[in-house]
């Protein structure tokens, strides 16, 4: 069965520090995969996903990066991060012809 | 661009039904989703229902579509403590190679004993 991870769990890190969060999906082949960010308001914004390794599309600007060094792998990165950047950052993937969507446990960041 | 709307709270007694309601407003929408997402944890996906279809059911829960007024509703019968948790409609976009979900912001749904 097919399962995905996320870490850290949580994070805090001081404004204009860098950021790495990783992402890992087990148990399936060239999946589709996506960051989101949920920030205290609730709403689900997509920020990136990747059709394939070294492909990745970016759905909003900002000062964040995503990168997919391997298939199963996804980071997300910042150089330098800011506060509007605290939120719950959460993975997830798909199977390349089908919808849905299956979650990882998610990030909670913290930038101070 | 694709909007996905539901009402942010719903309370119900335990034991009663819960009906979660969602609005969308692409006609070309393929698959819509419910999911469920419990205090500090990922997003669970709980059922799906194919736009051709006018519902499905899945134990206690219940997916009603009505394709004409983009309307998508989530019963949960029986409403136990345990489902106490934000609910996520989805809908199915299809954008280039990546098939895109776009999200509502979710329903508060709080059972109360």
């Known amino acids: 069965s097919q399962t995905i991870h996320q870490w850290p769990a949580t994070l805090v890190q001081p404004v204009g520090s860098p950021l790495s969060l990783e992402c890992t999906v087990e148990?399936?082949?060239?999946?589709?995969l996506y960051w989101y960010r949920q920030a205290a308001g609730r709403g689900l914004q997509l920020l990136f996903y990747?059709?394939?390794?070294?492909?990745i599309s970016s759905e909003v600007p900002q000062n964040l990066s995503a990168s997919r060094p391997q298939d199963r792998q996804f980071i997300l990165s910042s150089k330098k991060l800011l506060l509007s950047d605290s939120g719950f950052y959460l993975c997830?993937?798909?199977?390349?012809?089908?919808?849905?969507?299956?979650f990882g446990p998610g990030t909670r960041l913290t930038v101070l | 661009g694709e909007d996905v709307e539901q009402s942010l709270f719903l309370s119900v007694r335990e034991g009663d039904s819960s009906v979660i309601n969602c609005t969308y407003t692409?006609?070309?929408?393929?698959?819509l989703y419910w999911y469920k997402q419990e205090p500090g944890a990922g997003l669970q996906l709980l059922t799906y229902?194919?736009?051709?279809?006018d519902m499905k059911q899945d134990q206690r829960l219940t997916v009603l579509l009505n394709k004409k007024d983009k309307h998508l509703s989530l019963r949960i019968a029986d409403t136990q403590t345990g489902d106490s948790a934000i609910y996520f409609c989805?809908?199915?976009?299809?954008?280039?190679?990546?098939?895109?979900?776009?999200f509502g912001s979710g329903t508060q749904l709080t059972v109360l004993p």
């Open positions: 692409d006609s070309s929408s393929t698959y």
């Open positions: 997830a993937w798909s199977e390349r012809k089908q919808g849905e969507q299956f």
């Open positions: 148990g399936t082949s060239n999946p589709n």
């Open positions: 989805a809908d199915l976009i299809s954008s280039g190679s990546a098939r895109q979900l776009t």
């Open positions: 229902i194919f736009s051709n279809m």
């Open positions: 990747s059709v394939g390794i070294g492909q």
